[in-house]
């Protein structure tokens, strides 16, 4: 039997594909757990219209992660800390203090997109990884500061 896979299934197929299964699979299996269904011609243009429509969902929002990644890719934030008598500083610079300033600057970037192994607790300049949907990664800069 023919059928249109409407989930993806484990070592048969990914949603959409059409494949041909035996008919006591697809009848006692596939299709009374709504994975599949039958194929008929208007099931068929029904799937390539869904696939369209989801193809364009996808490249929006690809369009949209990758303007919202060149936005904010090789941006600088200075953080000023309180610095003791010798040069050290007094606490450390964590992400969610960066967090909060690129939401400040406007980003539209969560918490948990900001890449870093541990708090900052010198004064300096580092590179920060901020990771977006699709694989796009870009660096920014922390600058931690003096505290005037």
Not at 27 to 52: H, Q, Y
Request: charge should be positive; aromatic fraction near 8%; charged fraction near 40%.
């Amino acid at each position: 039997m023919r059928i249109i896979l409407l989930k993806d299934v484990q070592k048969l197929g990914k949603k959409y594909e059409v494949k041909e299964v035996a008919d006591g699979f697809a009848r006692n299996f596939l299709i009374p757990k709504g994975l599949a269904k039958k194929v008929t011609s208007k099931i068929l243009e029904s799937l390539e219209r869904k696939k369209e429509m989801e193809l364009k969902k996808i490249e929006d929002i690809l369009k949209e992660t990758q303007q919202e990644a060149s936005a904010v890719d090789g941006y600088e934030i200075t953080i000023p800390v309180k610095v003791g008598d010798r040069g050290q500083a007094f606490g450390s610079v964590t992400k969610k203090q960066i967090f909060e300033k690129l939401k400040k600057a406007g980003f539209k970037i969560k918490e948990s997109q900001i890449k870093f192994k541990k708090p900052f607790q010198e004064l300096g300049e580092y590179p920060i990884k901020i990771e977006f949907n699709h694989n796009l990664e870009v660096e920014i800069r922390v600058i931690v500061t003096e505290k005037k």
